[in-house]
């Protein structure tokens, strides 16, 4: 039997669990069909988001926007997915307080929409929706992005309990790797601090 694992990385956010060949081979050696769902922009001439050209040959893309449950819907279709995961957000909080309404779009409503594609689609499906918090932090979110994020957990848990669902949220927090994006202050710190080391910057 095969299995199709679904990663859903929009809005720039590209996995960096899957971009590793080792997880992909990996989930290949147990039959898992990979496929990332990815907004039109992402993708490059030849389809594909560059993150993952050293293992195009793994993966599958569909194009899916989380602000368009029409687009999530037609994906579901394509894919019949068993699992999804939801690693999609808007994950600045600095821009959630420039952008309020696009975060709350992608990050709060965009998992609505995620769910009712499963929903419609196939509900048997499994769902995984990521919260960045620990087991101890108090639901007092202070920020348009950590408001979004608790919509997203608890209409998820919602869906479970009103249909059914086998849909769950889990603490995915921090993503660490030397292909973070510069844009994340571990990565400027760490990236400053070769520079130093390798004299191609004072301080």
């Known amino acids: 039997m095969y299995y199709v694992a679904k990663t859903m990385e929009i809005a720039g956010a590209h996995s960096l669990h899957l971009s590793y060949e080792s997880k992909c081979e990996k989930l290949h050696g147990h039959n898992w069909i990979i496929t990332v769902y990815c907004k039109a922009k992402?993708?490059?001439?030849?389809?594909?988001?560059?993150?993952?050209?050293?293992?195009?040959?793994k993966i599958h893309f569909i194009y899916a926007d989380m602000t368009d449950v029409v687009s999530l819907t037609n994906a579901m279709k394509i894919s019949q997915a068993d699992e999804v995961y939801n690693l999609a957000a808007q994950s600045f909080v600095a821009?959630?307080?420039?952008?309020?309404?696009?975060?709350?779009?992608?990050?709060?409503?965009?998992?609505?929409?995620?769910?009712?594609?499963?929903?419609?689609?196939?509900?048997?499906?499994?769902?995984?929706?990521?919260?960045?918090?620990?087991?101890?932090?108090?639901?007092?979110?202070?920020?348009?992005?950590?408001?979004?994020?608790?919509?997203?957990?608890?209409?998820?848990?919602?869906?479970?309990?009103?249909?059914?669902m086998f849909a769950c949220s889990g603490i995915?927090?921090?993503?660490?790797?030397?292909?973070?994006?510069?844009?994340?202050?571990?990565?400027?710190?760490?990236?400053?601090?070769?520079?130093?080391?390798?004299?191609?910057?004072?301080?």
């Not at 992402?42 to 040959?57: A, P, R, S, T, Y």
């Not at 509900?123 to 950590?146: H, L, M, V």
């Not at 921090?174 to 301080?203: M, P, W, Y």
């Open 95 to 164: 821009t959630s307080w420039e952008q309020p309404l696009a975060t709350a779009q992608i990050d709060a409503l965009g998992v609505t929409n995620m769910l009712e594609a499963i929903r419609i689609v196939k509900p048997e499906a499994r769902f995984f929706q990521e919260i960045p918090q620990t087991e101890k932090t108090p639901f007092y979110p202070r920020s348009p992005y950590g408001v979004a994020k608790l919509y997203g957990h608890w209409i998820t848990k919602n869906y479970r309990e009103s249909y059914d």
């Open 42 to 57: 992402e993708l490059n001439q030849d389809g594909m988001v560059c993150d993952f050209k050293h293992i195009k040959d």
């Open 172 to 203: 995915l927090f921090n993503h660490e790797s030397e292909r973070r994006g510069k844009e994340f202050v571990t990565r400027k710190i760490t990236d400053a601090v070769a520079r130093i080391k390798l004299g191609v910057q004072d301080h």
